[in-house]
Each structure stands twice: as structure tokens, then as C-alpha cells.
């Protein structure tokens, strides 16, 4: 399968604790999101890169939140300390980069659920 | 504030039934994209225009830039059109960053 892929599907935390989640986009591409969704919400932007370079970060991002794409595949996003505020589905999406109107890929999302 | 507006919130219709789903944006934008998002999360791509109409099996999208709206078209419903569909615009400056939607749940029953 070469669309998106997310991991962990699914992930139930304690809150305090720390979680990451990865993200492997589509290979050719070197655009990569991060975006939230909660229940009954569309998703929101979180952040993006360009290759290695993460080039826009959300307000919603607190400093709990970090995201990397150390070689310019595949990407995690950390949160630290979580909250129940936190829980929420975390979409990956990637691109190819070309024009402001390129089509972007979706993975399957991390279904994040803080007890 | 650059803001996205979906209607109506919910549809039911029974199979065969013509369906249409309105998409209003604030200011102006490089690209619309319609998405599809079934139960469990996965989003699938639909369309993404700037300007016309692009049609593609039973589903066709429209887009006016003047009047800042956008409509989805489904044709001869099934129920496994049966889904959330979502407005997504790139506004003009914010390179591939997109906004939102609230979203359309779809149910299309027998």
C-alpha cells in the first residue's frame, strides 16, 4: 500500500503521560500535515513541513506539542503531559509540492483518547 | 477571519434521491477541495477546484469565486454515499494549509 500511513490507529493514555504519534506519507511526497479533528468538528490545522523544515505551526500547537520530520519521510508529533483536552483524532496528510493547488493525501488518523 | 460554512449540517434522503451539499467562504482562496470522510476516520480526496465544475461518476462540484460558493452534487444516491462530506479551502497567502468545514453527515437509506 503506498497512501498514507498512521500509527498507532489508536492510543488510550493516562493523563500526564506522554504520547507520540508517527506518520509515513507517500513517498514522492515532500509536503507533510498535521491536522485535529474532535467529535462533530472538521479537522483543524496543527502544522506542516516542507521536506525536513517545519515551516507553520498553529496557534492551537502549545508548547506540550512537538513535531518532527528529521529526514524528510516520515514524521512524529509528541505530546507531552497530556490532557483530556487532547483526546481527538490526529490526521496526517502529505503533498507534492508544485503549485498552492495540489492535492493532498489523507492517512487513517491516531484516535487519541486521555483517561 | 477567514471562515468556512457548511449546509445543512445533516441530510437524510432515500436512495435515487438528488442530493446537494452548499460550501460559503469568507475571503478569497486559491483551491476547494470536497472530501469524504467515513466512519473511523479515513478522509478520501474528492475534488479540488479553483473555478467551473468537475464531475466524476455520480458526484459533481460546482464552484462560483464571485459569489464565494461551492456546491456538491450527488446523482442517483446510495446508501453507501452514506458519509460525512467536508468543504476544505486553501485562502489566498496560505500555500496548501487548509480550513475546514463543520461537515455534512450524509445518511442515505433504502
Known amino acids: 500500500d503506498t497512501g498514507v500511513s498512521q500509527n498507532p490507529r489508536h492510543k488510550i493514555t493516562k493523563r500526564g503521560q506522554n504520547v507520540t504519534f508517527r506518520c509515513d506519507p507517500i513517498s514522492e511526497h515532500n509536503r507533510l500535515y498535521w491536522y485535529r479533528q474532535t467529535l462533530g468538528q472538521g479537522p483543524e490545522f496543527l502544522t506542516y513541513f516542507q521536506n525536513e523544515a517545519q515551516l507553520e505551526k498553529s496557534r492551537l500547537l502549545s508548547d506540550r506539542f512537538s513535531a518532527e520530520r528529521p529526514k524528510g519521510s516520515f514524521s512524529t508529533l509528541e505530546i507531552q503531559r497530556t490532557e483530556q483536552g487532547d483526546s481527538a483524532m490526529y490526521l496526517c496528510a502529505s503533498s507534492s509540492s508544485g503549485t498552492v493547488r495540489e492535492k493532498l493525501f489523507f492517512g487513517s488518523g491516531t484516535q487519541l483518547s486521555v483517561l | 477571519k477567514n471562515e468556512v460554512e ?31 470522510q467515513h466512519p473511523g476516520g479515513g478522509i478520501v480526496s474528492l475534488f479540488m477546484l479553483s473555478s467551473g465544475k468537475k464531475k466524476h461518476g455520480r458526484l459533481i462540484a460546482t464552484i462560483n469565486i464571485q459569489e464565494k460558493h461551492s456546491s456538491l452534487h450527488i446523482t442517483a444516491s446510495h446508501p453507501r454515499d452514506s458519509a460525512v462530506y467536508i468543504c476544505a479551502v486553501s ?7 487548509l480550513t475546514f468545514g463543520t461537515g455534512t453527515r450524509l445518511q442515505v437509506t433504502l
Not at chain 2, 485562502?91 to 494549509?97: E, H, L
Open chain 2, 91 to 97: 485562502f489566498t497567502g496560505t500555500a496548501s494549509k
Open chain 2, 6 to 36: 457548511q449546509s445543512p449540517q445533516n441530510l437524510t434522503a432515500q436512495e435515487g434521491e438528488f442530493i446537494t451539499i452548499n460550501c460559503s467562504y469568507s475571503v478569497g482562496i486559491s483551491a476547494l477541495h470536497w472530501l469524504q
